[in-house]
């Protein structure tokens, strides 16, 4: 097993170098994940960044891999009256108004 993610390892490091925008970025591990998953942990996330936003050197080593894009969590509001946070149905769509996420961002310190 631990031959197979040595090879992987070396077939996507290969796709890296292949490419001078990729040749930087650093593999530090591979780890496994449910089914046939398997998370790159790259020594930074620049260099995670940067191998997001240049596909190529996977599906070059892997033309069947995929990149997930970032996890997202839901948010849940408990005591909020919807008029304060939401505007005014926008194209059918209910939006936040344009401070929201920053009043939330500095009331809640993130």
Avoid at 31 to 36: C, E, I, N, T, V
Avoid at 59 to 82: G, H, M, N
């Amino acid at each position: 097993m631990k031959n197979k993610y040595n090879a992987i390892r070396d077939g996507l490091r290969a796709g890296l170098d292949a490419s001078k925008v990729t040749e930087k970025p650093t593999i530090k591990s591979l780890r496994p994940g449910p089914g046939d998953r398997i998370d790159l942990v790259f020594a930074d996330k620049d260099e995670a960044k940067k191998a997001k936003q240049h596909t190529h050197w996977l599906t070059s080593s892997l033309p069947s891999a995929r990149i997930k894009d970032e996890q997202w969590y839901p948010v849940k509001f408990d005591s909020v009256v919807k008029q304060c946070v939401l505007n005014k149905n926008v194209n059918g769509r209910m939006t936040f108004q344009e401070d929201f996420a920053k009043d939330f961002k500095a009331d809640n310190g993130s």
